[in-house]
């Protein structure tokens, strides 16, 4: 198996460098029948796009996609569907002065070690621009997944601040440059960053995504757990250093009977959790809870400090970095979160009903028939 | 793609159910005329063994591991290898009680809403038991990375309490129940789980995996990142809540300049890293500095402790568990976390060699050819 | 991918050597509550059984298969289905002579240049004791497909002796040693077979399979077609050179109007075809019409005739294989093919369910919704 | 896994409908500092392109590849390599006629069946304008597998005319518009091809496929053979019905000493098979002799001649297509088997070296180390 291409029956393939002429990926195992066109996938990379506030890369992109192949009259034909976006704002002389210095933090090295050669414009493969067609396939997955099911993420910590939880306002999300649900805490980080950012510096955050209505039973036992593939689609994303589910690593501290989600039944005979300390996901299946998902994000690599290295000629050097960059970079995480959690669940939807038949509803029957 | 399965090219099927005749796992993908025998296996099984102090579940089993297949005259032949342990202390009528009832916090009930059949004899498929064939792969991971490679696991926390790393002290980790690299630590927790097994308890815990020797280069950008196979491969190890790289969520409160990892120039033209904040990955490809991961484990579901929950027949109940369960299931985690480190390094490092030939040795030159 | 393994959804992997302790395989992503006992898969190892008429390799052994996981009170429960055979009859001796010589035809040189080591034990992993496990695999594959679906085998051709087809007749199959649907071939075939025996020499086989109700649908264009998928897994039985669907190389022979398979509408609403030259597959889906496949087996490697060859010392040397060979090793085939078929079809049946929903019934619907 | 990908490490993933906007693929896997351009790939696409001979579709396109990521500065770079090509000569309307009719022996009604809904311009995903793609894809597994092996492919039978084997001249093969190597019957062919496409109607063809040079050890046992591999690769390309390897269905007829590729020691330590009765590949695994491959191609289903078929409300209908399509789509498969068995090749090379460290040259040495 090649390492360009995420999930098994709902199959993501992306190709693309930061400064070539496009961007793209191809989306195998789309169910048929299924109404699609772009207007269904640009506002998701609309949120995700670049340039929108100074909290952001200057990059200025449209960011429009095309859907090239799988759709017909305005329906999936079961056929892959192809996606691209053209990259229209390269600057590559940005990054002429590190074609061959390697940033630390930065996986310019690494890919040097491994392939021996690497495209150096704009981080090549290694670019965050890559995630843009995450949030495509994401947006596909969300209409396999239906409306059922929601998904949302927000910026729950910025550097050492944390939301207050008191405060938590869904409808707050979208009102800030931050995707923060705590209207205080925005207007407090948009000071914080600002400094930062004039600092030439740049700062980690802790993304939220949460997923409410997934079907109980989604999921699998043993290895491609729902919690292991969403850990890996987590881990996956450009600079995240840590995933955690539920309590995640606060479970450490928990007594057993503290950390129980003790169940009761409804009178309509469905199961009621008292708590959700599972984060949704028990034995690796959904239990039809709200599956919750945290991850942290590193501080942006790329700086205008200056940082001790090397080049490839092996000279100590110190490197400052000039290119456009998010002095957070956890901000435009949030989308990309979100759609790995669509592509995971719309995964194992698909797997689930392979196997299992058609997913239940999300309401906790006692009976699985 | 199923989903018993772990791995690329060095890749482990594992079966067998808790109460079972027998577990098993099938290994296939080894590199041939690798000397192998049950002696290999045999004393890592014997770190996770239950029964070996009053801390972990009182089943008595020797876990005796079988060659079945893939190895001829003391050599891996390519074939696949088959291993298998018998099931000798299964006392399934401990279970009895249990068998239509949904224990809070286990994976009772979303076996059930996912197969709507489950095995409750001892947990079925989604016991821990399951973890002793990881542990065998993991044996034979090893074998494939050789010497240069050293991966070692030991518990930092229990419950609240930290190891103090100013006592962290590798010889230390064999000399307790506990793996615990900090002799004070181990005194104190044994104590502390004295009266939480007493109380018919359980608590969580925090396991630290490190690997040193790791070839720069190994791993792949985007998809199937060494960290994310990293965090797919602990957080799909039973009762896992969380996983991080390095610095984990503590990036996310850095300053891009803290956590940047330096490098300069060795003398013999080798280069060398001023920190490892990345935990020994970037990019998703290693760097050759020592690869660092944690993992929360969250405490033992099956407690004496009565909680509340439902049965199949959709009655509210009250729930105590009575079987020989871990009072710190994480303890046992220890060399199951080892053994998919050394599993997940195995895959790429077979990987590797598929795309870029033989791996490098971990003395980070600056060139790569 | 591992090279041991077959099928994406419905999942088999099998592992053992000829004259190890035991063959065994794993059985992932079969549905969960389908009835399955070891009553059900034994009738179909019994057919494949070796030394049931001298026609057969002479080695002797009851093949009883045991279910060691995954199956609980008689019902799937949804994980792995492990599945052994012991061996009981090796006589390794008669093998001692060719352990560093190879046999011409025999994928002895072929393990050695590839590993450098080989198990030559009655062949070890290139036995054709490993179709036991395919077998037995096709018997689980035949519950998921269930009584709509049958699927038959029969050798059509021996050596040169190819059946008549208008004295076809099924119940004929088992009622001869040759798995021959044609009475008066089937006693012609014995005497020659009964000469090349004596002669110490062997002879090749062509086999027919074909799957009757077989839902329209199942397939998928461009890779892993069904007809690919099919060719995949009869090319991949040992000692089968050739594979045919349909017409196969008949129809390179045939002009357009007098391949095209012609459709009519029934009163009823469903279609008919007027001809079946494309065996049941067009564009890599079915049609529903009956799948037929053919395919070749060369003789025998291991014969008694004394043919030129070289050893490991590089040396030339005559040989001769004194072991309990098939005179024919295309009768054995016959319910591996029929396996290999099932495997095919209830992993197809899997994977259409994934991205279309449940598969048709095989009634031609001219309305696919 | 999904369906529109092909291989396991060097992987390749099409997309693309005949009258969309373009077709594409993706090809993962590729080793990283291969020098590569459009100029390596063109050739091959030229080759295949259609409009160049009367007998071809007069559909007139450039078929101009571009590569648009994975190169830098005119090497490979690791990452994935996305080649698209743009159609520019669809004429949609000739297919409105078609749009809700099914083509007898088209893939028309199965994919009907199979999505409920299907493009139908130009047979939209069923089109062999997807073939484009794999011969690109070949182009650049040619250049994973050096100079020292070679791919060429013939076309050995037109309908029932096969060619006489002593006038088979390499030189002649890219002579003439039937890629025939025998230059008599490439001229009864051409008079025979000029009636048949005159008359409306269509016929198949045989191709043989022969690589030179390739390591002994490529291939694997069980699943995943060398041979099944090619099966699949070969049965999976449009129209194809029939694949053979070595002597193929000659082999069922043949006594085992006559099939016996005999063995003798050459002075400088290789060895000589005195015969290829098997192809080049033995229990899957490459024996260092060439590998030869034939397969069917029926009669293109597009025809002019009417035949009876049924449309979607369930009509009898009678239809002629009206397209441009090939009398003989088995001339243009000639580029297109010879890419996938580059293919083929080129993921074996890539897996042997993943397992068992760099292939061998194909001198056929007595000892592997």
Same mark, same amino acid.
């Given at each position: ?207 939220? @995504?949460? #997923? /409410?209505? %997934?079907?109980?039973?989604?999921? !699998?036992? *043993?290895? &491609? ?6 850990? $890996? ?97 956890? @901000?435009? #995480? /949030?989308? %990309?979160?979100?759609?790995?959690? !669509?592509? *995971?669940? &719309? ?6 009903? $392979? ?15």
């Amino acid at each position: 198996m090649s390492h360009n291409s995420f999930g098994h029956l709902f199959r993501v393939t992306t190709w693309g460098e930061s400064h070539g002429p496009a961007i793209g990926c191809v989306i195998d195992g789309v169910p048929p029948r299924i109404a699609l066109s772009e207007a269904d996938i640009q506002p998701y990379l609309d949120r995700r796009r670049p340039g929108q506030s100074r909290f952001t890369t200057q990059r200025r992109e449209p960011d429009t996609v095309k859907i090239l192949s799988g759709v017909y009259q305005g329906l999936t034909t079961g056929t892959p569907i192809a996606l691209t976006i053209e990259n229209t704002d390269q600057r590559s002389k940005d990054y002429a002065n590190i074609a061959d210095r390697f940033r630390p933090g930065h996986a310019d090295i690494t890919y040097y070690w491994k392939y021996g050669i690497r495209d150096p414009r704009g981080g090549g493969r290694s670019s965050a621009r890559e995630t843009a067609m995450r949030v495509a396939a994401g947006a596909v997955a969300r209409r396999i997944l239906g409306d059922a099911i929601t998904i949302r993420g927000a910026l729950v910590q910025m550097g050492s601040h944390r939301i207050d939880r008191s405060r938590y306002d869904d409808f707050e999300i979208d009102r800030n440059d931050f995707f923060c649900p705590d209207a205080v805490a925005a207007i407090q980080w948009e000071s914080e960053l600002d400094a930062i950012r004039k600092s030439g510096s740049s700062v980690g955050a802790v993304i939220e @995504i949460v #997923a /409410v209505g %997934v079907p109980p039973g989604l999921g !699998a036992p *043993v290895y &491609a757990k729902l919690d292991a593939d969403l850990a $890996a689609a987590m881990m996956g994303i450009n600079a995240v250093k840590a995933v955690e589910i539920g309590d995640g690593f606060a479970a450490a501290t928990l007594r057993g009977e503290d950390n129980a989600d003790e169940m009761r039944m409804n009178p309509d005979g469905t199961v009621r959790f008292l708590s959700n300390h599972a984060g949704g996901v028990l034995g690796g299946i959904a239990t039809g809870q709200p599956i919750i998902v945290r991850f942290a994000v590193k501080p942006t690599s790329s700086i205008l400090t200056e940082v001790a290295s090397v080049d490839a000629d092996g000279t100590d050097i110190k490197i400052q970095t000039k290119g456009r960059h998010d002095p957070c970079v956890g @901000i435009r #995480a /949030v989308p %990309v979160g979100e759609a790995m959690m !669509a592509c *995971v669940l &719309a995964d194992h939807w698909l797997r689930h009903r $392979a196997q299992c038949g058609e997913p239940m509803p999300a309401v906790l029957p006692i009976t699985k028939m």
